[in-house]
C-alpha cells in the first residue's frame, strides 16, 4: 500500500497545492485501523482531480472512497475509487458545467435553436459573402452586379437576428424541398423580395440561391 493515508475529516482551513500532501503526512494517524484501499490512487490525476487522501468509511457497497482536489481549485470531498479509475468523474463538477455552457453559448449567440436557426445562419453567412466579400467565388453574380442584402439584415451584432426573426415570422418555416430564393432577380436580399421556392421555380426564373 505504500503511500496511502488516512483522512480525518474535515479540516479547519484547506492548504492549497503541495501542501495538502504534507499536511496529511503530519497529521494523520501512521497506522490504519481502517481498510485498506484495494488500489492506491493517492497522488494520482484522473482529467482534472488529484487524489489526495482516502476516505476512512468505505461507500454503501464497499468501494474506497477519495478526498480528491480539482484543479479548479474546488474539492471533491467524497469520491469512489472506481469512478476514478473508469473515467466517470473527471472533475469537481466544473468539466460538466463548462461543456453545458459552451454548447449554450454555441446555440444562443446566433439565436440558433435547433435545425431551423442553424440552416437560417447558412443562409445568413452565404448570402452576406456572396453580397459583399469580392473574394466569393460567386460574388460576381451578387454583390458584382449590385445584388446586396438588406442594410439592416448585414448590421453587425443584430444583422443575423432581424434576418432570423423576418423568416421565422414572415416567411414561416422552410416547406420540405425549398429553399430561400428572391422574387425578383434584379433586387436584393430585403424585406419584400424574398420567398420559399423550389429548385425548379428558381431554375426557371433565374440564376440561383441558397
Ligand atoms: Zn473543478
Redesign the pocket.
Known amino acids: 500500500m505504500g503511500r496511502v493515508v488516512w483522512d480525518q475529516g474535515p479540516r479547519r482551513s484547506a492548504p492549497s497545492g503541495g501542501l495538502d500532501r504534507q499536511w496529511d503526512l503530519l497529521h494523520l494517524p501512521s497506522r490504519s485501523r481502517y481498510m485498506p484501499a484495494l488500489r492506491d490512487l493517492m497522488g494520482q490525476t484522473f482529467g482534472?482531480i488529484t487524489v489526495v487522501s482516502l476516505l476512512p468509511e468505505r461507500s454503501k457497497n464497499g468501494k474506497t472512497q477519495w478526498r480528491c482536489r480539482?484543479?479548479?481549485?474546488?474539492w471533491a470531498p467524497c469520491v469512489i475509487g472506481t469512478d476514478l479509475t473508469t473515467g466517470n468523474t473527471r472533475?469537481?463538477?466544473?468539466?460538466q458545467k463548462e461543456v453545458a455552457t459552451r454548447s449554450l453559448v454555441k446555440q444562443t449567440t446566433h439565436g440558433l435553436s435547433g435545425k431551423s436557426g442553424n440552416s437560417h445562419y447558412t443562409r445568413w453567412v452565404g448570402i452576406k459573402q456572396r453580397t459583399t466579400n469580392p473574394n466569393a467565388a460567386n460574388y460576381h453574380n451578387y454583390g458584382g452586379r449590385g445584388i446586396f442584402m438588406h442594410h439592416t439584415w448585414i448590421e453587425a451584432g443584430k444583422g443575423f437576428e432581424r434576418f432570423k426573426w423576418y423568416l421565422d415570422t414572415v416567411l414561416g418555416p422552410c416547406p420540405e424541398g425549398m429553399s430561400l430564393d428572391r422574387k425578383d432577380n434584379d433586387q436584393g436580399y430585403e424585406p419584400g423580395n424574398l420567398q420559399w421556392a423550389t429548385q425548379s421555380q428558381q431554375l426557371g426564373n433565374r440564376r440561383t440561391s441558397l
Not at 480539482?70 to 474546488?74: H, I, L
Not at 472533475?91 to 468539466?95: A, I, M, W
Open positions: 482534472r480539482c484543479s479548479c481549485g474546488e472533475s469537481c463538477g466544473c468539466l
